[in-house]
């Protein structure tokens, strides 16, 4: 179980509180840039990178034992440049999801760079769009369909393993 600290917690739970937490949303893969974004309506500083503020929600889902429930992100795309960034990308990209909170507001821009918590990566799958907002959904990527083990020892393809 993760233990959250008490500042965090007034930061989340508090109806009024000076501890402010944002959600750092990262996107990342191979041939694409990094595409960071933040959930507050300003650009925010986190370790040396800007991120981008835009209008989203992360959707955690519920924990339940029937089935599994995946996350969804859901970011604001009123002034239309999300929609083709994401048409953009050739593969699904890994996302990093991070909350974390404010350690510098008076900055230009302001910094977080207090991370609180860090999500596994996930991959941006199911991606829908319209001119409201792009949606997809948060998803792992799956094993189950890669091969195991990668390659098989035969006489063929490694043939220093077997004696003559």
């Known amino acids: 179980m993760r233990t959250l600290s008490t500042a965090l917690k007034s930061g989340l739970f508090d109806a009024e509180s000076s501890h402010l937490v944002l959600w750092l949303i990262t996107m990342s893969g191979t041939g694409m840039s990094t ?50 960034t994401i048409r953009a990308m050739a593969i699904s990209p890994d996302v990093l999801l991070e909350l974390v909170s404010a350690t510098d507001l008076s900055a230009s821009p302001p910094e977080f760079d207090t991370v609180e918590i860090t999500s596994f990566p996930f991959k941006l799958r199911n ?33 220093g393993s077997y004696g003559e």
């Open 35 to 84: 595409l960071r974004l933040c959930q507050n309506n300003e650009d925010v500083s986190s370790r040396g990178n800007t991120y981008t503020g835009i209008g989203s929600r992360v959707i955690l889902p519920n924990d339940t034992e029937e089935r599994f429930q995946p996350a969804r992100l859901v970011m604001e795309n009123v002034d239309q440049w999300l929609t083709p």
């Open 127 to 159: 991606v829908s769009y319209d001119a409201q907002r792009v949606t997809a959904v948060l998803g792992f990527e799956d094993l189950a369909v890669s091969r195991w083990p990668y390659d098989q020892v035969t006489p063929v393809d490694f043939p």
